[in-house]
T-cell receptor, first 111, second 116 residues
Framework: GQQLNQSPQSMFIQEGEDVSMNCTSS?????WLWYKQEPGEGPVLLIA?????ELTSNGRLTAQFGITRKDSFLNISASIPSDVGIYFC???????????FGTGTRLQVTL | GAVVSQHPSRVICKSGTSVKIECRSL??????MFWYRQFPKQSLMLMAT?????????EQGVEKDKFLINHASLTLSTLTVTSAHPEDSSFYIC????????????FGQGTRLTVV
């Protein structure tokens, strides 16, 4: 099936650093979602974006819905060890449509 | 956020047997549920869309006779892996949506299936 291009594939950063990851698509989406997945668990929703150009924050996390509807980015400020995990973007067409997932960004935070 | 519960979290079964995985929305009614499969270090791949009261819609390449989906109520969908083989071993995850426009999907905890 289709997957969104997500980069970087992995990141190794020091505690306190800021993180930025993005997701691009050749198709337009009406919804962009960002999830975090820890080993052996299901993805947990972090941020949901519904309008092109929308910028939304959730604590240290900030995400934006690209104006072209074909991309989104997620920023994490002042990273901490518990930020470790795999972050997935997902694009949706609206009205409980199925989601298309990105390839994931594996984040490692060192002390 | 809404709570989706998946059971069991882990299951080991013998080759040739069938395994049923349950997905429940605990605090909302889910008109649509989705079943995903995830291999190690890979992203989630959608297997099928389950709609309450109607037949599931399977993605290309997913055998509907092997992966039976039942969505008998607005809070429960089940995935049955029939005649399981070692290559069916994987992490299976469900998600549920309330069905309204612009509704995000909430995921269950996942089920680790090992076929021996």
């Amino acid at each position: 099936g289709q997957q969104l291009n997500q980069s970087p594939q992995s990141m190794f950063i020091q505690e306190g650093e800021d993180v930025s990851m993005n997701c691009t698509s050749s198709s337009i989406f009406n919804t962009w979602l960002w999830y975090k997945q820890e080993p052996g668990e299901g993805p947990v929703l972090l941020i949901a974006l519904y309008k092109a150009g929308e910028l939304t924050s959730n604590g240290r996390l900030t995400a934006q819905f690209g104006i072209t509807r074909k991309d989104s980015f997620l920023n994490i400020s002042a990273s901490i060890p518990s930020d470790v995990g795999i972050y997935f973007c997902a694009g949706g067409g609206g009205t409980a449509s199925k989601l298309t997932f990105g390839t994931g960004t594996r984040l490692q935070v060192t002390l | 956020g809404a709570v989706v519960s998946q059971h069991p979290s882990r299951v080991i079964c013998k080759s040739g047997t069938s395994v049923k995985i349950e997905c429940r929305s605990l605090d909302f009614q889910a008109t649509t549920m989705f079943w995903y499969r995830q291999f190690p270090k890979q992203s989630l791949m959608l297997m099928a869309t389950s709609n309450e009261g109607s037949k599931a819609t399977y993605e290309q390449g997913v055998e509907k006779d092997k992966f039976l989906i039942n969505h008998a109520s607005l809070t429960l969908s089940t995935l049955t892996v029939t005649s399981a083989h070692p290559e069916d071993s994987s992490f299976y995850i469900c998600s549920a949506s309330q069905g309204a426009e612009n509704t995000e999907a909430f995921f269950g905890q996942g089920t680790r299936l090992t076929v021996v």
